[in-house]
């Protein structure tokens, strides 16, 4: 079993999909911003974060699970805990 990733590991390589994707500079991305909100994202560019997270990171993020996410921080919550699932 592989051991679990945590979210210091994870927050920097979330931030530099957002960076690549939207633009916004990875040093802004923190766990308390919002994407909709703080970040300016809209919903199109919000499922393409999500999709970049599943494949660089190697998790699976359900439609229902990712409209709850409205932070940064919940999206690496989430796959901190789906890696540590595996």
Known sequence: MKPSTDQQELLPRVAA???QLSGV????VTPDKTFA???EL???CIVEIAFAV???IGVDIPEDDLARMSTVGHLVDFAARATGER
Do not use: F
Not at 25 to 28: I, K, L, N, R
């Open 37 to 39: 909100g703080d970040l």
């Open 17 to 19: 999909i957002v960076e």
């Open 54 to 56: 599943q494949e660089e």
């Open 42 to 44: 809209d919903s199109l």
């Open 25 to 28: 500079p990875a040093a802004e």
